[in-house]
T-cell receptor
């Protein structure tokens, strides 16, 4: 079965640089969620999109922005990177109109040096 | 606000031992409850879920019952295997327009032969 695809899987950036993370949801899933998991921490919700509109917002820094495109893939843009942004970034997708079960991708490991 | 409290790990068990990982929650309304598992270097996999009081979720020998009176969703397995070694996260989804997951801190389980 098709799963959530995230790219890149690993990314190394320097402080103050920008990064773009991509997420391709499971086919026919119209909702995308982004989570950040610091080392040894639980995942923290950042933001979600439903039908290309922002549907919910969590603890996403102002330096980060995200959007969902017409093909339902989503991108998380991160600017002015800080050392504390080093984390695993997960994307999850779910179909609407049901139990809203979220299926997670393998994550993008971002390292800021 | 919503929160999830899990028993702290790490938990080390011998193969075929009985497993219990405690999880309690605080939430308004009637949240849905989930257990996710994260194997080393991988993303989060949905293990089981329950959407209303007294529901029992089960999968791969794992079970958890949604207890509204004690606000708990403890994970159990009668006989663990080495392959069950992973980090287990309890999570809730409030619903009613908010579908973000709120996770517990995670419990690392190690099963030794």
């Amino acid at each position: 079965a098709a799963g959530v695809i995230q790219s890149p899987r690993h990314l190394i950036k320097e402080k103050r640089e920008t990064a773009t993370l991509k997420c391709y949801p499971i086919p026919r899933h119209d909702t995308v969620y982004w989570y950040q998991q610091g080392p040894g921490q639980d995942p923290q919700f950042l933001i979600s999109f439903y039908e290309k509109m922002q549907s919910d917002k969590g603890s996403i820094p102002d330096r980060f922005s995200a959007q969902q495109f017409s093909d339902y893939h989503s991108e998380l843009n991160m600017s002015s990177l800080e050392l504390g942004d080093s984390a695993l970034y997960f994307c999850a997708s779910s179909p609407s109109g049901g139990s809203y079960e979220q299926y997670f991708g393998p994550g993008t490991r971002l390292t800021v040096t | 606000g919503n929160s999830v409290t899990q028993m702290e790990g790490p938990v080390t068990l011998s193969e075929e031992a009985f497993l219990t990982i405690n999880c309690t929650y605080t939430a308004t309304g009637y949240p849905s409850l989930f257990w996710y598992v994260q194997y080393p270097g991988e993303g989060l996999q949905l293990l089981l879920k329950a959407t209303k009081a007294d529901d029992k979720g089960s999968n791969k020998g794992f079970e958890a019952t949604y207890r509204k009176e004690t606000t708990s969703f403890h994970l159990e397995k009668g006989s663990v295997q080495v392959s069950d070694s992973a980090v287990y996260f309890c999570a809730l989804m409030r619903g009613a327009g908010s579908y973000q997951l709120t996770f517990g801190k995670g419990t690392k389980l190690s099963v030794i032969p």
